[in-house]
């Protein structure tokens, strides 16, 4: 597994890790049983990135992680990320922090640490990302110790951008895959002029980029790629990262067809895999973090993290996609 620093905290993460929205909650039902063998499958391929929010399942993607942790005991080298802010409205006067301290507190205790690893503000209003006080309310968690680093999750370059330019902002989580290009114009060239980690979620465009979905298949009811494809629950962007499922469809078969012709593919590879490993080998990018609901996915994920170059060729075949059907709908919006 490639490893990369984490930014400003100069820890050393796997340049996959794995995202744990899905063991809380919104990708229909994960058993504590199966979140533990896919958290099992991570760690023994080489994961050593977790991120998690408070608000998964209401903290138990949280309290899976931390009794996870505690199983592997004190030197289990893993770093967990978690994200607050969305446990109440997203009005900028709850940025506060007093809500941040009630917040980490309440991630501390299901975690089950002191310290937490990273905190990241939950894709956050606009006023927030460019508030002074939140940054002093952050820094001043940092002083306490409750928190030993902070990053922000957002939704759009600009709010990157903006939060890039602080000084002691570590991390940027951002929507990053071979369906949102947009980051590669000017988040990732400030952020490496910034020190500043680049976690590149939704890295498989909510599964369209596995190659695996068609015009017929169906989600769950509690799965926000059903109730949320219109956007009417949160950023429309989280889902299928704002691609319409059927022009996604389109651009999910040709880029099937162009994960056959890149460098160091055998005949198991996957889409999947490549999908994850052209975004890993992305200058600047920290850590990619894909989900899993199964132990052999959060296997096959993490070998990505170990494949060969993909080539120039295959970079600009993903760029001829997204220029060709996605650019025009995805590219001003985030």
């Known amino acids: 597994m490639q490893t990369q620093r984490l930014g400003k905290t100069n820890r050393s993460v796997s340049g996959i890790g794995l995202g744990t929205?899905?063991?809380?909650?919104?990708?229909?039902?994960?058993?504590?049983a199966d979140a533990?063998?896919?958290?099992?499958?991570?760690?023994?391929?080489?994961?050593?990135?977790?991120?998690t929010a408070?608000?998964?399942?209401?903290?138990?993607?949280?309290?899976?992680?931390?009794?996870?942790?505690?199983?592997?005991?004190?030197?289990?080298?893993?770093?967990?990320?978690?994200k607050m802010g969305r446990r109440m409205d997203q009005l900028p006067e709850n940025y506060s922090l007093e809500n941040f301290r009630a917040w980490t507190d309440r991630s501390r205790k299901n975690l089950g640490v002191d310290t937490l690893d990273l905190v990241q503000l939950h894709c956050p209003p606009t006023a927030v990302v460019t508030s002074d006080e939140v940054y002093d309310a952050l820094d001043t968690l940092v002083a306490e110790g409750s928190i030993a680093n902070y990053g922000l999750s957002v939704e759009t370059s600009d709010q990157a951008?903006?939060?890039?330019?602080?000084?002691?902002?570590?991390?940027i989580q951002i929507i990053l895959?071979?369906?949102?290009l947009k980051p590669l114009d000017a988040v990732l060239p400030a952020a490496r002029a910034a020190n500043v980690g680049i976690i590149a979620r939704v890295p498989l465009a909510s599964g369209l980029l596995?190659?695996?979905?068609?015009?017929?298949?169906?989600?769950?009811?509690?799965?926000?790629?059903n109730y949320n494809r219109d956007g009417s629950h949160f950023d429309v962007g989280e889902t299928f990262s704002g691609v319409d499922f059927t022009v996604g469809l389109e651009a999910a078969a040709r880029f099937t067809a162009l994960a056959k012709t890149a460098d160091g593919v055998t005949p198991d590879?996957?889409?999947?895999?490549?999908?994850?490993?052209?975004?890993?080998?992305?200058?600047?990018?920290?850590?990619?973090?894909?989900?899993?609901?199964?132990?052999d996915q959060a296997r096959a994920n993490a070998a990505a993290g170990s494949m060969p170059?993909?080539?120039?060729?295959?970079?600009?075949?993903?760029?001829?996609?997204?220029?060709?059907?996605l650019r025009a709908d995805i590219h001003p919006r985030w």
């Open 21 to 32: 929205w899905q063991l809380g909650a919104d990708w229909g039902e994960v058993s504590e």
């Open 36 to 51: 533990g063998k896919v958290l099992a499958a991570a760690a023994d391929t080489g994961v050593t990135f977790f991120d």
């Open 54 to 82: 408070d608000v998964y399942g209401d903290g138990r993607s949280e309290q899976v992680i931390g009794a996870f942790l505690r199983e592997r005991g004190a030197d289990h080298g893993i770093t967990v990320a978690t």
């Open 161 to 171: 951008l903006a939060a890039i330019a602080r000084p002691n902002v570590a991390t």
């Open 177 to 180: 895959n071979a369906f949102r």
């Open 210 to 225: 596995s190659g695996k979905y068609t015009a017929a298949t169906t989600f769950a009811e509690n799965d926000h790629r």
């Open 269 to 295: 590879t996957t889409t999947a895999q490549l999908a994850l490993a052209w975004l890993a080998q992305l200058d600047g990018v920290s850590a990619v973090i894909p989900g899993a609901r199964s132990a």
């Open 309 to 325: 170059a993909l080539g120039e060729g295959f970079n600009a075949g993903v760029h001829e996609i997204y220029d060709s059907l």
